[in-house]
């Protein structure tokens, strides 16, 4: 199971690398660790955000629990993950008025697609 989980990771990174290069982001199969939609963010170019794919740091200078757990578990998405949808992912968001459940369910349409 690790060796499918590494070789998911090594492809997401060489489909990201190569995505970036030709500027192509929006051809990813999934757009961020949670399930946020970036290409339809209304806030994308005003907080000069490339999403978390592309991006070291964070948009507001601070970290990001669902990018850095994602990452070390070496995971595109958090839909890829064996306890999803987890607390981190459910909490996500709801101090500031929005709705986990709908990243929740954009990460198993993502999972979903990457089945078939």
């Known amino acids: 199971m690790r060796r499918i989980a590494s070789f998911k990771s090594l492809f997401y990174t060489f489909f990201v690398v190569n995505s ?7 051809d990813i199969m999934f757009e961020s660790r949670c399930g946020v939609l970036c290409d339809s963010c209304e806030r994308k170019e ?42 981190m992912l459910s909490n996500m968001g709801k101090e500031q008025g929005f709705d986990p459940l709908i990243k929740i369910e954009q990460c198993r349409i993502w999972a979903n697609e990457e089945e078939i």
């Open 46 to 87: 005003q907080v000069s955000c490339t999403g978390c794919l592309t991006m070291e740091k964070t948009f507001w200078g601070g970290e990001c629990g669902v990018k850095t757990c994602c990452e070390a578990k070496e995971l595109g998405h958090c839909g890829e993950c064996e306890i999803f949808p987890c607390e």
């Open 20 to 26: 970036i290069f030709i500027g192509k982001i929006s």
